[in-house]
């Protein structure tokens, strides 16, 4: 945890089933959000991301987009109820981000979360990793 103006304030990551991820911010309840190293490599080479658009609303579990690529597509869901306020425009002319760094350079779209407890419903990142386990 890190003070902000003498606030206490903390990041988290946390992951679905469905192999997304959320970087949220308790103090601006925002999060970025894609999909995981495991699903960018079940997908293969990603060729395509289709966005949400700014303003769109969402509950948690929603089909948010999709990512397509050179052997298949996949939905994306949404990990928390949110609205999305900026999406990655460097993925739509450069969709190998995805690929090369998912929890980095290769996040899809920006979040204003809108329910809080959604975030306590995801795993940490040592239950998803235990989650990989049995797949």
């Not at 103090?27 to 289709?50: C, H, M, N, R, S």
């Not at 089909?63 to 996949?74: C, D, L, N, R």
Request: cysteine-free; proline content about 3%.
């Amino acid at each position: 945890m890190t003070s902000r103006n003498n606030r206490m304030f903390a990041v988290y990551t946390k992951f679905t089933k469905q192999h997304e991820w959320i970087k949220y911010d308790d103090v601006t309840k925002e999060g970025t959000f894609g999909i995981t190293d495991y699903a960018q490599k079940e997908l293969g080479d990603i060729v395509f991301v289709d966005f949400p658009f700014k303003g769109d609303k969402f509950n948690q579990g929603d089909v948010i987009g999709a990512v397509e690529s050179v052997k298949t597509s996949a939905q994306v869901y949404v990990p928390v109820q949110s609205e999305v306020i900026e999406n990655n425009t460097e993925i739509e002319t450069n969709p190998a981000l995805v690929n090369e760094d998912p929890h980095g350079k290769g996040w899809i779209s920006k979040l204003k979360i809108t329910n809080e407890e959604d975030i306590t419903k995801l795993m940490d990142e040592k239950q998803y990793k235990e989650y990989l386990a049995t797949l």
